[in-house]
């Protein structure tokens, strides 16, 4: 069978997706040929909508679009005097889903390495204490994974916040050492946040 160069780059693209391998890459592309007009076209002018007029929002690191306002950030909407602070979008999704958190989320967009803090100035920790003060949060959820990056970005979080006053608490009970937000079940999360522990914040 002769290579076809746009399939076979069609393939390759879409076998970096999470989960995806060569042959579901192939199965998927040999659907949307099959469904020109029904998923290949409305799919790829998705696409190049969300390329266009979606991105992380400067503030709180959730995605909006380009053409109004971030609706997580925006204190018009009134959720919460709470923010919840994840490592990515992914976990945004896991606890919006579980309807457990209704306040705002914070994404920092990665986690601190345990030994490296070369990329303190890639996350938005800065970002989460204007935040803060500005729209006098009360509390200050950190729902970080319960790996050794998060942990350390927990500490690093609080400690940043010292000077707020505001009162920071973590998630406890229920969360795994070593789980990651975005793969725990509903259960498992509103256990975690019913038991969530408070973090002392005082300044020196």
Avoid at 11 to 34: C, F, H, T, Y
Avoid at 86 to 107: K, L, P, T
Avoid at 130 to 158: C, M
Avoid at 184 to 191: E, K, M, N, R
């Amino acid at each position: 069978m002769q290579n076809i160069n746009e399939i076979d780059k069609l393939v390759k693209l879409i076998s970096k997706l999470p989960g995806l391998g060569p042959k579901s890459a192939k199965r998927i592309v040999l659907k949307l040929i099959n469904s020109r007009d029904d998923l290949m076209k409305p799919i790829a002018n998705s696409l190049g909508e969300v390329y266009k007029n979606v991105s992380r929002c400067k503030t709180c690191g959730s995605l909006k679009s380009n053409l109004v306002s971030c609706n997580n950030c925006d204190t018009k909407n009134n959720k919460s005097n709470k923010i919840c602070v994840v490592e990515n979008i992914a976990d945004q999704w896991s606890i919006e889903s579980s309807n457990i958190f209704q306040g705002y989320f914070h994404i920092l967009g990665g986690t601190l390495s345990s030994s490296v803090n070369e990329r303190k100035e890639d996350l938005l920790i800065p970002s989460l204490v204007e935040r803060v003060k500005r729209d006098s949060i009360e509390e200050v959820i950190i729902a970080t994974s319960a790996t050794v990056e998060g942990q350390t970005t927990a500490h690093y979080i609080k400690d940043s916040l010292k000077q707020t006053k505001v009162k920071v608490s973590k998630l406890a009970q229920g969360l795994p050492v070593g789980g990651e937000i975005e793969s725990l079940d509903d259960g498992t999360l509103f256990s975690a946040f019913k038991n969530r522990k408070w973090i002392e914040n005082n300044s020196d």
